[in-house]
Protein backbone atom coordinates (compact mmCIF):
# COMPACT_ATOMS: atom_id res chain seq x y z
CA UNK A 1 0.00 0.00 0.00
CA UNK A 2 1.42 3.40 -1.17
CA UNK A 3 0.62 6.56 1.27
CA UNK A 4 0.76 9.90 -0.35
CA UNK A 5 2.50 11.63 2.41
CA UNK A 6 5.46 11.34 4.56
CA UNK A 7 4.95 11.31 8.65
CA UNK A 8 7.56 12.17 11.32
CA UNK A 9 7.46 11.83 15.33
CA UNK A 10 10.04 11.48 18.27
CA UNK A 11 10.67 7.91 18.71
CA UNK A 12 11.85 8.69 22.25
CA UNK A 13 10.10 8.69 25.39
CA UNK A 14 9.60 12.67 26.54
CA UNK A 15 12.35 14.22 28.80
CA UNK A 16 16.17 14.39 29.04
CA UNK A 17 18.64 11.47 27.96
CA UNK A 18 21.84 10.69 26.34
CA UNK A 19 19.99 9.63 22.47
CA UNK A 20 16.65 10.93 21.12
CA UNK A 21 15.40 9.40 18.22
CA UNK A 22 13.05 10.93 15.26
CA UNK A 23 11.49 8.75 12.78
CA UNK A 24 10.34 9.38 9.31
CA UNK A 25 8.35 7.25 6.96
CA UNK A 26 7.03 8.16 3.61
CA UNK A 27 7.49 8.79 0.01
CA UNK A 28 9.08 12.51 0.52
CA UNK A 29 12.14 10.95 2.71
CA UNK A 30 14.63 11.12 0.20
CA UNK A 31 14.13 14.29 -0.67
CA UNK A 32 13.96 15.46 3.28
CA UNK A 33 17.17 13.48 3.98
CA UNK A 34 19.26 15.71 1.20
CA UNK A 35 17.75 19.06 2.64
CA UNK A 36 18.41 18.25 6.07
CA UNK A 37 21.95 16.08 5.37
CA UNK A 38 23.00 16.90 2.56
CA UNK A 39 22.77 13.96 0.58
CA UNK A 40 20.99 10.44 1.69
CA UNK A 41 23.12 8.21 3.42
CA UNK A 42 24.09 4.63 2.78
CA UNK A 43 20.85 1.63 2.96
CA UNK A 44 21.09 0.32 6.60
CA UNK A 45 24.76 2.33 7.48
CA UNK A 46 24.96 4.41 10.48
CA UNK A 47 26.78 7.69 9.06
CA UNK A 48 27.80 10.40 11.65
CA UNK A 49 25.82 13.56 10.07
CA UNK A 50 25.12 17.64 10.97
CA UNK A 51 21.42 18.06 11.01
CA UNK A 52 20.93 21.57 9.38
CA UNK A 53 18.11 23.91 9.84
CA UNK A 54 16.40 25.91 6.69
CA UNK A 55 19.58 28.68 6.86
CA UNK A 56 22.01 25.62 6.83
CA UNK A 57 23.08 26.41 10.14
CA UNK A 58 23.54 23.00 12.54
CA UNK A 59 20.61 21.65 14.99
CA UNK A 60 22.40 18.78 16.15
CA UNK A 61 24.92 16.14 15.29
CA UNK A 62 24.25 12.32 15.36
CA UNK A 63 24.06 9.28 13.58
CA UNK A 64 21.02 9.28 10.25
CA UNK A 65 20.13 5.73 9.55
CA UNK A 66 18.35 5.13 6.10
CA UNK A 67 16.38 2.21 5.61
CA UNK A 68 14.51 2.26 1.36
CA UNK A 69 11.38 0.60 0.83
CA UNK A 70 10.45 -2.46 1.22
CA UNK A 71 12.88 -3.05 3.56
CA UNK A 72 11.95 -1.27 6.81
CA UNK A 73 9.97 -1.47 9.61
CA UNK A 74 6.77 0.34 7.87
CA UNK A 75 7.52 -1.13 4.00
CA UNK A 76 8.25 2.74 3.48
CA UNK A 77 11.42 4.87 2.98
CA UNK A 78 12.16 5.31 6.92
CA UNK A 79 14.84 7.70 7.80
CA UNK A 80 16.01 7.64 11.65
CA UNK A 81 17.91 10.71 13.07
CA UNK A 82 19.85 9.93 16.63
CA UNK A 83 20.62 13.00 18.36
CA UNK A 84 20.81 14.32 22.26
CA UNK A 85 18.17 13.54 23.92
CA UNK A 86 17.06 17.32 24.89
CA UNK A 87 13.27 17.89 24.62
CA UNK A 88 14.14 21.25 22.51
CA UNK A 89 16.92 19.96 20.25
CA UNK A 90 14.42 16.81 19.69
CA UNK A 91 11.69 19.35 19.07
CA UNK A 92 13.93 21.37 16.28
CA UNK A 93 14.61 18.30 14.16
CA UNK A 94 11.03 17.77 14.12
CA UNK A 95 9.89 21.27 13.36
CA UNK A 96 12.75 21.00 10.45
CA UNK A 97 11.16 17.65 8.81
CA UNK A 98 7.88 19.06 9.37
CA UNK A 99 8.98 22.32 7.21
CA UNK A 100 9.91 19.86 4.30
CA UNK A 101 6.81 18.57 3.76
CA UNK A 102 6.23 15.99 6.42
CA UNK A 103 3.30 15.75 8.83
CA UNK A 104 3.20 15.16 12.47
CA UNK A 105 2.60 11.39 12.78
CA UNK A 106 -0.81 10.18 15.21
CA UNK A 107 -0.44 7.79 17.76
CA UNK A 108 1.01 4.30 16.26
CA UNK A 109 0.42 5.40 12.85
CA UNK A 110 4.15 3.72 11.86
CA UNK A 111 2.69 0.67 12.85
CA UNK A 112 -0.52 1.09 11.41
CA UNK A 113 1.39 1.62 8.02
CA UNK A 114 3.62 -1.85 8.78
CA UNK A 115 0.26 -3.63 8.96
CA UNK A 116 -1.24 -1.98 6.52
CA UNK A 117 1.81 -2.68 4.11
CA UNK A 118 1.92 -6.72 5.02
CA UNK A 119 5.14 -6.46 7.39
CA UNK A 120 3.16 -8.36 9.85
CA UNK A 121 -0.50 -9.04 11.26
CA UNK A 122 -2.71 -7.10 13.67
CA UNK A 123 -1.96 -9.81 16.60
CA UNK A 124 2.12 -9.28 16.11
CA UNK A 125 1.24 -5.66 15.96
CA UNK A 126 -0.72 -4.95 19.14
CA UNK A 127 2.32 -7.25 20.64
CA UNK A 128 4.40 -4.42 19.47
CA UNK A 129 2.66 -2.24 21.87
CA UNK A 130 2.45 -5.06 24.59
CA UNK A 131 6.25 -5.35 24.55
CA UNK A 132 6.92 -1.98 25.37
CA UNK A 133 3.89 -1.63 28.22
CA UNK A 134 5.10 -5.35 29.55
CA UNK A 135 5.36 -5.07 33.26
CA UNK A 136 6.58 -8.37 34.38
CA UNK A 137 9.54 -10.65 32.31
CA UNK A 138 7.20 -13.08 31.96
CA UNK A 139 4.50 -10.57 29.91
CA UNK A 140 7.60 -9.49 27.95
CA UNK A 141 8.52 -12.91 26.91
CA UNK A 142 5.17 -13.80 25.67
CA UNK A 143 4.91 -10.47 24.13
CA UNK A 144 8.38 -11.51 22.15
CA UNK A 145 6.54 -14.79 21.33
CA UNK A 146 3.17 -12.80 20.11
CA UNK A 147 5.54 -10.61 18.06
CA UNK A 148 7.26 -12.84 16.60
CA UNK A 149 4.13 -15.25 14.95
CA UNK A 150 3.50 -17.95 16.80
CA UNK A 151 0.13 -16.92 17.76
CA UNK A 152 -0.19 -15.76 14.26
CA UNK A 153 1.03 -19.28 12.74
CA UNK A 154 -1.25 -21.26 15.03
CA UNK A 155 -3.95 -19.28 13.79
CA UNK A 156 -3.23 -19.59 10.28
CA UNK A 157 -2.86 -23.55 10.77
CA UNK A 158 -6.87 -23.67 11.89
CA UNK A 159 -8.27 -20.89 9.37
CA UNK A 160 -6.21 -23.04 6.14
CA UNK A 161 -8.58 -26.15 8.13
CA UNK A 162 -11.82 -24.43 7.85
CA UNK A 163 -10.94 -23.00 4.57
CA UNK A 164 -10.63 -26.51 2.96
CA UNK A 165 -13.69 -27.86 4.91
CA UNK A 166 -15.69 -24.80 3.58
CA UNK A 167 -14.24 -25.55 0.07
CA UNK A 168 -15.25 -29.25 0.59
CA UNK A 169 -18.79 -28.54 1.83
CA UNK A 170 -20.12 -25.95 -0.30
CA UNK A 171 -18.52 -27.66 -3.68
CA UNK A 172 -20.75 -30.19 -2.74
CA UNK A 173 -24.47 -27.82 -1.66
CA UNK A 174 -25.78 -27.64 -5.33
CA UNK A 175 -25.85 -31.27 -5.96
CA UNK A 176 -27.93 -33.22 -3.23
CA UNK A 177 -26.29 -36.36 -3.59
CA UNK A 178 -22.86 -34.87 -2.85
CA UNK A 179 -24.89 -33.30 -0.36
CA UNK A 180 -25.69 -36.37 1.36
CA UNK A 181 -22.53 -38.01 0.57
CA UNK A 182 -20.40 -35.27 2.54
CA UNK A 183 -22.87 -35.25 5.84
CA UNK A 184 -22.28 -39.23 5.69
CA UNK A 185 -18.76 -38.96 5.44
CA UNK A 186 -17.08 -39.75 8.58
CA UNK A 187 -13.26 -38.53 7.33
CA UNK A 188 -15.01 -35.04 7.04
CA UNK A 189 -17.07 -35.11 10.24
CA UNK A 190 -13.95 -36.19 12.26
CA UNK A 191 -12.32 -33.42 10.91
CA UNK A 192 -15.00 -30.70 12.14
CA UNK A 193 -14.60 -32.47 15.66
CA UNK A 194 -10.55 -31.86 15.47
CA UNK A 195 -11.15 -28.37 14.38
CA UNK A 196 -13.14 -27.77 17.72
CA UNK A 197 -10.40 -29.71 19.85
CA UNK A 198 -7.56 -27.60 18.34
CA UNK A 199 -9.82 -24.47 18.86
CA UNK A 200 -9.91 -25.55 22.62
CA UNK A 201 -6.80 -25.59 23.21
CA UNK A 202 -5.54 -22.75 21.11
CA UNK A 203 -8.49 -20.63 23.53
CA UNK A 204 -7.09 -21.79 26.56
CA UNK A 205 -3.66 -20.73 26.25
CA UNK A 206 -4.82 -17.57 24.69
CA UNK A 207 -6.76 -17.11 27.94
CA UNK A 208 -3.15 -17.11 29.91
CA UNK A 209 -1.75 -14.85 27.75
CA UNK A 210 -4.50 -12.32 28.36
CA UNK A 211 -4.68 -12.94 32.02
CA UNK A 212 -0.81 -12.40 31.84
CA UNK A 213 -1.46 -9.08 29.87
CA UNK A 214 -4.45 -8.01 32.16
CA UNK A 215 -3.98 -9.65 35.78
CA UNK A 216 -7.28 -9.70 37.97
CA UNK A 217 -8.91 -6.62 40.50
CA UNK A 218 -8.54 -7.75 43.86
CA UNK A 219 -10.49 -5.36 46.42
CA UNK A 220 -9.56 -5.64 49.94
CA UNK A 221 -12.49 -4.92 51.43
CA UNK A 222 -14.70 -5.56 55.02
CA UNK A 223 -15.51 -3.72 58.16
CA UNK A 224 -13.03 -0.88 60.11
CA UNK A 225 -10.00 -2.06 61.80
CA UNK A 226 -9.79 -5.77 60.45
CA UNK A 227 -6.54 -5.73 59.26
CA UNK A 228 -7.41 -4.47 55.68
CA UNK A 229 -3.95 -2.29 55.39
CA UNK A 230 -2.20 -4.70 56.89
CA UNK A 231 -3.04 -7.28 54.27
CA UNK A 232 -2.19 -4.85 51.57
CA UNK A 233 1.42 -4.58 52.88
CA UNK A 234 1.49 -8.30 53.38
CA UNK A 235 0.44 -8.97 49.61
CA UNK A 236 3.10 -5.56 48.66
CA UNK A 237 5.73 -6.53 50.84
CA UNK A 238 6.20 -2.93 51.48
CA UNK A 239 4.52 -0.20 53.57
CA UNK A 240 2.06 0.74 51.06
CA UNK A 241 -1.07 1.85 53.72
CA UNK A 242 -0.63 3.52 57.06
CA UNK A 243 -1.56 1.17 59.77
CA UNK A 244 -3.06 2.09 63.33
CA UNK A 245 -4.93 1.01 65.89
CA UNK A 246 -8.00 3.39 65.17
CA UNK A 247 -10.63 2.50 63.27
CA UNK A 248 -11.18 4.18 59.74
CA UNK A 249 -7.60 5.04 59.21
CA UNK A 250 -8.36 4.37 55.46
CA UNK A 251 -10.85 6.65 53.93
CA UNK A 252 -9.80 7.17 50.37
CA UNK A 253 -8.97 3.80 47.95
CA UNK A 254 -5.47 2.48 47.59
CA UNK A 255 -4.06 0.82 44.25
CA UNK A 256 -1.28 -1.13 44.25
CA UNK A 257 0.15 -3.73 41.34
CA UNK A 258 2.11 -6.62 42.16
CA UNK A 259 2.74 -9.96 40.17
CA UNK A 260 2.66 -13.65 41.43
CA UNK A 261 4.91 -15.74 39.52
CA UNK A 262 4.30 -13.91 36.16
CA UNK A 263 0.09 -12.82 36.98
CA UNK A 264 -0.26 -9.01 37.50
CA UNK A 265 -2.74 -8.34 40.30
CA UNK A 266 -3.98 -5.28 40.89
CA UNK A 267 -4.95 -4.85 44.14
CA UNK A 268 -7.50 -2.01 45.92
CA UNK A 269 -7.75 -1.32 49.60
CA UNK A 270 -10.89 0.01 50.50
CA UNK A 271 -12.51 2.53 53.77
CA UNK A 272 -14.04 0.11 56.41
CA UNK A 273 -17.88 -0.77 55.37
CA UNK A 274 -20.10 0.40 58.27
CA UNK A 275 -22.80 3.13 58.80
CA UNK A 276 -21.35 7.07 59.17
CA UNK A 277 -22.26 10.45 59.56
CA UNK A 278 -18.80 11.52 58.65
CA UNK A 279 -19.12 12.87 55.12
CA UNK A 280 -15.58 12.08 54.41
CA UNK A 281 -15.93 8.38 55.50
CA UNK A 282 -18.78 8.09 53.09
CA UNK A 283 -17.18 9.23 50.42
CA UNK A 284 -14.65 6.86 50.98
CA UNK A 285 -17.31 4.34 51.17
CA UNK A 286 -19.49 5.12 48.17
CA UNK A 287 -15.57 4.22 46.38
CA UNK A 288 -15.32 1.03 48.70
CA UNK A 289 -19.02 -0.23 46.96
CA UNK A 290 -18.07 0.91 43.10
CA UNK A 291 -15.07 -1.00 43.27
CA UNK A 292 -16.49 -4.13 45.04
CA UNK A 293 -18.86 -3.65 42.25
CA UNK A 294 -16.35 -3.87 39.34
CA UNK A 295 -13.52 -6.15 40.65
CA UNK A 296 -12.99 -9.70 39.71
CA UNK A 297 -12.16 -11.27 43.17
CA UNK A 298 -13.14 -10.02 46.56
CA UNK A 299 -10.99 -10.16 50.02
CA UNK A 300 -13.93 -10.34 52.61
CA UNK A 301 -11.46 -9.51 56.07
CA UNK A 302 -12.71 -10.57 59.42
CA UNK A 303 -10.75 -10.14 63.12
CA UNK A 304 -10.75 -13.08 63.77
CA UNK A 305 -9.38 -12.90 67.46
CA UNK A 306 -13.17 -10.79 67.92
CA UNK A 307 -15.15 -12.57 65.66
CA UNK A 308 -14.41 -16.28 65.44
CA UNK A 309 -18.20 -17.26 64.34
CA UNK A 310 -17.94 -14.63 61.14
CA UNK A 311 -19.76 -16.28 58.03
CA UNK A 312 -18.67 -15.38 54.34
CA UNK A 313 -19.37 -12.04 52.67
CA UNK A 314 -22.97 -11.39 52.06
CA UNK A 315 -23.39 -8.42 49.22
CA UNK A 316 -27.32 -8.31 49.84
CA UNK A 317 -26.64 -7.50 53.71
CA UNK A 318 -24.50 -4.54 53.15
CA UNK A 319 -26.27 -3.10 49.90
CA UNK A 320 -23.72 -4.14 47.20
CA UNK A 321 -24.42 -6.03 43.72
CA UNK A 322 -21.17 -7.91 42.69
CA UNK A 323 -20.55 -11.75 40.90
CA UNK A 324 -17.16 -11.69 42.09
CA UNK A 325 -15.81 -14.98 43.81
CA UNK A 326 -15.64 -13.80 47.26
CA UNK A 327 -12.65 -15.50 50.00
CA UNK A 328 -13.50 -14.90 53.56
CA UNK A 329 -10.24 -14.10 55.45
CA UNK A 330 -10.28 -14.39 58.61
CA UNK A 331 -7.27 -12.43 60.00
CA UNK A 332 -5.24 -11.76 63.36
CA UNK A 333 -5.05 -16.03 64.01
CA UNK A 334 -1.74 -14.62 65.90
CA UNK A 335 -4.16 -13.20 68.59
CA UNK A 336 -6.94 -16.10 68.08
CA UNK A 337 -4.85 -19.22 68.03
CA UNK A 338 -6.71 -20.69 64.66
CA UNK A 339 -4.57 -22.87 62.46
CA UNK A 340 -3.50 -21.12 59.21
CA UNK A 341 -4.74 -22.79 55.75
CA UNK A 342 -7.20 -22.68 53.29
CA UNK A 343 -10.83 -24.73 54.12
CA UNK A 344 -13.04 -24.86 50.99
CA UNK A 345 -16.50 -24.51 51.90
CA UNK A 346 -19.42 -25.63 49.41
CA UNK A 347 -20.65 -21.88 49.46
CA UNK A 348 -17.37 -20.35 49.90
CA UNK A 349 -13.62 -20.28 50.85
CA UNK A 350 -12.07 -19.06 53.83
CA UNK A 351 -8.48 -18.53 54.37
CA UNK A 352 -7.01 -18.63 58.07
CA UNK A 353 -3.75 -15.77 58.32
CA UNK A 354 -1.92 -13.05 60.27
CA UNK A 355 -1.12 -10.51 57.88
CA UNK A 356 0.54 -8.70 60.47
CA UNK A 357 3.64 -11.59 60.61
CA UNK A 358 2.82 -12.92 57.49
CA UNK A 359 1.65 -16.41 58.21
CA UNK A 360 -0.60 -17.81 55.56
CA UNK A 361 -0.04 -15.41 53.28
CA UNK A 362 1.67 -17.88 50.49
CA UNK A 363 -1.61 -19.76 50.46
CA UNK A 364 -3.41 -16.86 49.90
CA UNK A 365 -1.06 -16.05 47.12
CA UNK A 366 -1.33 -19.62 45.62
CA UNK A 367 -5.25 -19.31 46.23
CA UNK A 368 -5.53 -16.29 43.98
CA UNK A 369 -3.37 -17.74 40.83
CA UNK A 370 -5.80 -20.81 41.44
CA UNK A 371 -9.21 -17.93 41.33
CA UNK A 372 -7.38 -16.56 38.54
CA UNK A 373 -7.09 -19.53 36.53
CA UNK A 374 -3.37 -18.92 36.28
CA UNK A 375 -0.85 -21.73 35.00
CA UNK A 376 2.35 -20.41 35.64
CA UNK A 377 4.10 -22.36 32.89
CA UNK A 378 3.95 -20.70 29.63
CA UNK A 379 4.97 -23.30 27.49
CA UNK A 380 2.67 -22.94 24.49
CA UNK A 381 1.27 -19.37 25.52
CA UNK A 382 1.73 -16.09 23.65
CA UNK A 383 0.36 -12.81 24.37
CA UNK A 384 -3.06 -12.39 23.98
CA UNK A 385 -6.27 -9.55 23.97
CA UNK A 386 -9.72 -9.62 25.22
CA UNK A 387 -10.45 -9.19 21.87
CA UNK A 388 -8.77 -11.97 20.19
CA UNK A 389 -10.33 -14.42 23.55
CA UNK A 390 -13.61 -13.36 22.13
CA UNK A 391 -13.13 -14.10 19.01
CA UNK A 392 -11.97 -17.21 19.68
CA UNK A 393 -15.12 -17.60 21.39
CA UNK A 394 -17.22 -17.03 18.66
CA UNK A 395 -14.81 -19.04 16.14
CA UNK A 396 -15.57 -22.05 18.66
CA UNK A 397 -19.26 -21.61 19.61
CA UNK A 398 -19.59 -21.68 15.21
CA UNK A 399 -17.90 -24.95 15.32
CA UNK A 400 -19.81 -26.43 18.03
CA UNK A 401 -22.90 -25.19 15.95
CA UNK A 402 -21.66 -26.59 13.18
CA UNK A 403 -20.95 -30.34 14.77
CA UNK A 404 -24.59 -30.16 16.11
CA UNK A 405 -25.92 -29.41 12.50
CA UNK A 406 -23.49 -31.86 10.66
CA UNK A 407 -24.35 -34.74 12.98
CA UNK A 408 -27.70 -34.22 14.52
CA UNK A 409 -29.63 -31.91 11.93
CA UNK A 410 -28.09 -33.34 9.19
CA UNK A 411 -28.16 -29.78 7.31
CA UNK A 412 -25.00 -28.96 5.11
CA UNK A 413 -26.30 -25.63 4.36
CA UNK A 414 -26.40 -24.85 8.11
CA UNK A 415 -22.78 -26.38 8.62
CA UNK A 416 -21.58 -24.34 6.21
CA UNK A 417 -22.43 -21.24 7.65
CA UNK A 418 -21.51 -22.41 10.63
CA UNK A 419 -17.64 -22.51 9.20
CA UNK A 420 -18.30 -19.07 7.75
CA UNK A 421 -18.96 -17.75 11.18
CA UNK A 422 -16.05 -19.15 12.20
CA UNK A 423 -13.75 -17.94 9.56
CA UNK A 424 -14.85 -14.43 10.23
CA UNK A 425 -14.16 -14.51 13.51
CA UNK A 426 -10.86 -16.09 13.32
CA UNK A 427 -9.96 -13.00 10.33
CA UNK A 428 -11.02 -10.43 12.84
CA UNK A 429 -7.59 -11.33 14.79
CA UNK A 430 -5.57 -11.26 12.46
CA UNK A 431 -7.21 -7.89 10.50
CA UNK A 432 -8.23 -10.22 7.88
CA UNK A 433 -11.71 -9.37 8.04
CA UNK A 434 -11.25 -6.08 9.96
CA UNK A 435 -13.09 -2.24 10.37
CA UNK A 436 -11.43 1.32 10.71
CA UNK A 437 -13.10 1.70 13.61
CA UNK A 438 -11.19 -1.43 15.04
CA UNK A 439 -7.78 -0.34 13.46
CA UNK A 440 -7.85 3.10 14.65
CA UNK A 441 -9.09 1.79 18.50
CA UNK A 442 -5.81 -0.15 18.17
CA UNK A 443 -3.40 1.70 16.81
CA UNK A 444 -3.99 4.89 18.98
CA UNK A 445 -3.78 3.04 21.94
CA UNK A 446 0.30 3.29 20.87
CA UNK A 447 2.96 5.78 21.98
CA UNK A 448 3.27 8.26 19.51
CA UNK A 449 6.48 7.47 17.43
CA UNK A 450 5.97 3.59 17.25
Known sequence: ????????????????????????????????????????????????????????????????????????????????????GGPMVLDLVLRRLVQLGARLARPGEFSERAFLNGKFDLTQAEAIADLIESGTETAARLARRTMSGEFSRRLQALTEEIVRLRTYLEACLDFPEEEIAILADSTFGAGVSALAAQLEALLDNAEQGCLVREGIRVVIAGPPNVGKSSLLNALTDSEAAIVTAI?????????????????????????????????????????????IAVADAILWLTDDSRDPDAQAFNPASFGLTTQAPIVLIRNKIDLSGRTPGLTGMSERTEIALSARDGI???????????????????????????????????????????????????????????????????????????????????????????
Not at 55 to 76: N, R, Y
Not at 272 to 288: C, F, P, T, Y
Not at 414 to 424: G, N
Request: proline letters at 4%.
Open 1 to 84: MILADTIAAIATPKGFGGVGVVRLSGPDVRHIAGEVLGDLPPPRQARLAWFRDREGEAIDQGLALFFPAPHSFTGEDVLELHGH
Open 247 to 291: PGTTRDLLHREIQIDGLPLHLTDTAGLHASSDLVEQEGIRRAREQ
Open 360 to 450: GIGVLRQHLKELAGYQASSEGTFMARRRHVNALNRALAAIHDAVDNLHQQRAGEFTAEDLRIAHHAMGEITGEFTTEDLLERIFTSFCIGK
